[in-house]
T-cell receptor, first 112, second 116 residues
C-alpha cells in the first residue's frame, strides 16, 4: 500500500531559526514528489517538485532534498519568518496514471 | 489572472441531504481535480476531470460524484450526506495534467462543509 509519512506532526520554532521537515514514502513506482505550503483557511500552494533524478531543489528560503534510494525527502527552511507558519504537505505520485498519495502534513508555528 | 474560485466558501447541511459544490478553474486550464481534507485523514484525492471526462478517481463511495462542463468549470456532488462528510473540499486546476503529474496545480480556497 502506498504511504507517505511526515514528521514531526507539529513544530514550534523561534523566528530566524532554521528547521527541517521530513517525508518518508513507500509509493511505487515513484514518479515525483511535491512539497506544498498551506496557510490556515487557504488552499495549498506548491513549493517544489522533484523527480527521480533530482537531489536538491531550492525556492528562496525553502530547500527540498530527495533520496530516492531510501525514499526520503526533506524540506529545509532557512531563517524562518512569521509568515512561514503553516502546514507543509508532502505529496508523492506513482507511475501509471498518476495516483497521488498525500502526507498528513507538518504544522509549523514560528514565534517571535 | 484570476485564480481558482470555489463556491460557496461555507455550507451547513443536514444528514441525508445532498450538496453541490462548484469550482471555476484558472482561464485556459483544462484539468480540475477535487480533494477532501479532514484533520484526521489529511488531503485525500476524490477525482480528476480533463476535457469533460473523468480521468482518475480516488477511493470514495459512489455518493461522491462530479462533472466538468465544456468551459472547464466543475461541480462536485455529494448525496445522502453523513456526519463524516464534514470537511474542507478543495479543487485544483492545471493547464493539462493534474496534481499527480509534473504539471503545476493551483488550489482554490476550498468549501468548508459542515454536516449536522
Amino acid at each position: 500500500k502506498n504511504q507517505v509519512e511526515q514528521s514531526p506532526q507539529s513544530l514550534i520554532i523561534l523566528e530566524g531559526k532554521n528547521c527541517t521537515l521530513q517525508c518518508n514514502y513507500t509509493v511505487s513506482p515513484f514518479s515525483n514528489l511535491r512539497w506544498y505550503k498551506q496557510d490556515t483557511g487557504r488552499g495549498p500552494v506548491s513549493l517544489t517538485i522533484m523527480t527521480f533524478s533530482e537531489n536538491t531543489k531550492s525556492n528562496g528560503r525553502y530547500t527540498a532534498t530527495l533520496d530516492a534510494d531510501t525514499k526520503q525527502s526533506s524540506l529545509h527552511i532557512t531563517a524562518s519568518q512569521l509568515s512561514d507558519s503553516a502546514s507543509y504537505i508532502c505529496v508523492v505520485s506513482a507511475g501509471g496514471y498518476q495516483k497521488v498519495t498525500f502526507g498528513t502534513g507538518t504544522k509549523l508555528q514560528v514565534i517571535p | 489572472k484570476a485564480g481558482v474560485t470555489q463556491t460557496p466558501r461555507y455550507l451547513i447541511k443536514t444528514r441525508g441531504q445532498q450538496v453541490t459544490l462548484s469550482c471555476s478553474p484558472i482561464s485556459g486550464h483544462r484539468s480540475v481535480s477535487w480533494y477532501q481534507q479532514t484533520p484526521g485523514q489529511g488531503l485525500q484525492f476524490l477525482f480528476e476531470y480533463f476535457s469533460e471526462t473523468q480521468r482518475n478517481k480516488g477511493n470514495f463511495p459512489g455518493r461522491f460524484s462530479g462533472r466538468q462542463f465544456s468551459n472547464s468549470r466543475s461541480e462536485m456532488n455529494v448525496s445522502t450526506l453523513e456526519l463524516g462528510d464534514s470537511a474542507l473540499y478543495l479543487c485544483a486546476s492545471s493547464l493539462v495534467s493534474g496534481v499527480g503529474s509534473g504539471g503545476e496545480a493551483f488550489f482554490g480556497q476550498g468549501t468548508r462543509l459542515t454536516v449536522v
